[in-house]
C-alpha cells in the first residue's frame, strides 16, 4: 500500500514537472512552484529525486526511454523487411521524426505537453541537459546515422550529418510552440491553417524534412588562395 502511494506521488509530482518546465523553462521553474503544482512538500521531491537537476532528468527518461526503444524497433523492422537492401531515406526519417512527432496524441507517453518541453529544452538547452540528452540519444543517433549512411551512398557522409541536424532544429522549433514564429513572420493564415493544428503540422513537416534530405547537394568554392 505504501509503495502504491508512493508511486503515485512520484508520478505526481514528475507530471507537474514536466507541465512547468515546458512552460518556464528549467532556469524559469522553481522547486517552490512544483511543490505547489504536485500539492506536495519538499521533502517529498528530495526523497523522491533529491534535487532538481535529478528530477528534470527522469522526466526526460521516462519518456525517452520508450521513444528510443520504439525508434530502434521500428528501425529494426524495416532492416528486416529490406533484406539485403537498404532501407528507404523517407522511412527512416518517418521511423526517427514521425515516431516522435505521433506521441502528441498519446497522453500516456505525454503527448503535446512533452513534445513541446522537448522542443523548448533543446532549442534553449542548459549545460548538464544537453549532456544528459546526448548520452540518452547516442545509441539510436548512431543507429539512424548508419542507417542513413547506406540509405544514401551517393551523398557525402558529412553532408547527410549536417542535414539530420537541419532536420533536428527544424523538429525542435516546431514542437516547442509558435509565438515565436507569429511574432517574426506575422504571415495572416486563414484559422484551418493555423500553425497550432496537430493534424496539419505533423504531415507539413514530415514532408520539408524529406524534402530536405533530397534536396540537391550544394557546390562549395574553394577558396583562390590569392594573396595581397
Avoid at 526517427?96 to 502528441?104: E, I, K, V
Avoid at 525542435?172 to 484559422?191: F, H, K, M, N, P
Wanted: glycine letters at 8%.
Amino acid at each position: 500500500m505504501a509503495e502504491t502511494r508512493n508511486n503515485v506521488t512520484r508520478e505526481r509530482i514528475l507530471d507537474a514537472a514536466e507541465r512547468l518546465f515546458m512552460a518556464h523553462g528549467y532556469e524559469g521553474t522553481s522547486m517552490r512552484q512544483i511543490t505547489g503544482e504536485a500539492n506536495v512538500n519538499l521533502a517529498a521531491v528530495n526523497y523522491h529525486f533529491g534535487s532538481k537537476e535529478a528530477l528534470m532528468q527522469e522526466v526526460f527518461r521516462r519518456r525517452l526511454d520508450w521513444l528510443n526503444e520504439e525508434r530502434m524497433r521500428v528501425l529494426d523492422r524495416l532492416e528486416r523487411e529490406a533484406g539485403d537492401q537498404p532501407v528507404k531515406p523517407s522511412a527512416i526519417v518517418d521511423a526517427f521524426f514521425g515516431t516522435l512527432l505521433r506521441m502528441a496524441d498519446d497522453e500516456q507517453r505525454g503527448g503535446m505537453t512533452f513534445l513541446r518541453l522537448l522542443g523548448r529544452t533543446l532549442t534553449e538547452p542548459t549545460e548538464f541537459i544537453r549532456a544528459f540528452l546526448a548520452h540518452e540519444y547516442k545509441e539510436v543517433m548512431d543507429r539512424y546515422k548508419g542507417a542513413l549512411f547506406r540509405a544514401l551512398p551517393e551523398v557525402p557522409k558529412a553532408e547527410i550529418v549536417w542535414r539530420f541536424h537541419f532536420m533536428l532544429g527544424a523538429t525542435s522549433y516546431a514542437i516547442a510552440g509558435t509565438d515565436a514564429l507569429r511574432v517574426v513572420t506575422d504571415w495572416q493564415i486563414e484559422a484551418e491553417d493555423s500553425v497550432d493544428r496537430l493534424d496539419r503540422m505533423v504531415p507539413r513537416l514530415m514532408a520539408f524534412l524529406i524534402g530536405g534530405l533530397r534536396a540537391p547537394i550544394p557546390q562549395f568554392r574553394e577558396p583562390s588562395g590569392e594573396g595581397g
